[in-house]
């Protein structure tokens, strides 16, 4: 993959009315850890994230990016059907929910998120309820946070 400079000059001369924004991150899967960049693109007053890993093709995001115009340019989550400001996109499907199905799943999943649509999971298991709130209240304040 190209340096990701590089690819948010091509994001922006390809998709000149979408604001987009990008800063490093590590993404936890139940096989292992891995670096990769949160993308977030505003598409009609919503904001979008997904990652970016050293494999991801310019073709997945487009892809990723075309599903967003597409499915949900009412800015509605595909869980609950609220309308929503900000969420959470599926690395492999490109599915998107809105923050708070995100941390719903996240709570019930005791640390995992599992995409509705695929069934992809990302997180780890944590051991106790105790933990699951304290990161559920992290996450919370981190999405909200750049909502």
């Not at 948010?8 to 590590?26: A, G, H, N």
Request: glycine share 4%.
């Amino acid at each position: 993959m190209k340096n990701y400079e590089t690819i948010l000059k091509q994001l922006s001369e390809t998709y000149p009315d979408y604001t987009f924004s990008y800063e490093p991150d590590i993404v936890c899967s139940n096989e292992d850890v891995r670096p990769a960049i949160r993308l977030r693109i505003i598409i009609a007053n919503c904001t979008h994230q997904f990652f970016i890993f050293p494999n991801t093709t310019w073709e997945d995001i487009a892809r990723r990016i075309n599903i967003r115009e597409y499915q949900f340019q009412d800015n509605i989550c595909a869980v609950c059907r609220n309308e929503a400001e900000s969420g959470m996109v599926c690395h492999e499907c490109g599915n998107w929910q809105c923050n708070v199905c995100a941390i719903g799943s996240f709570r019930s999943g005791k640390g995992i998120i599992t995409c509705p649509s695929c069934g992809e999971t990302s997180g780890h298991q944590l051991s106790n309820d105790f933990e699951v709130e304290i990161y559920a209240a992290y996450v919370n304040r981190k999405l909200f946070s750049r909502a």
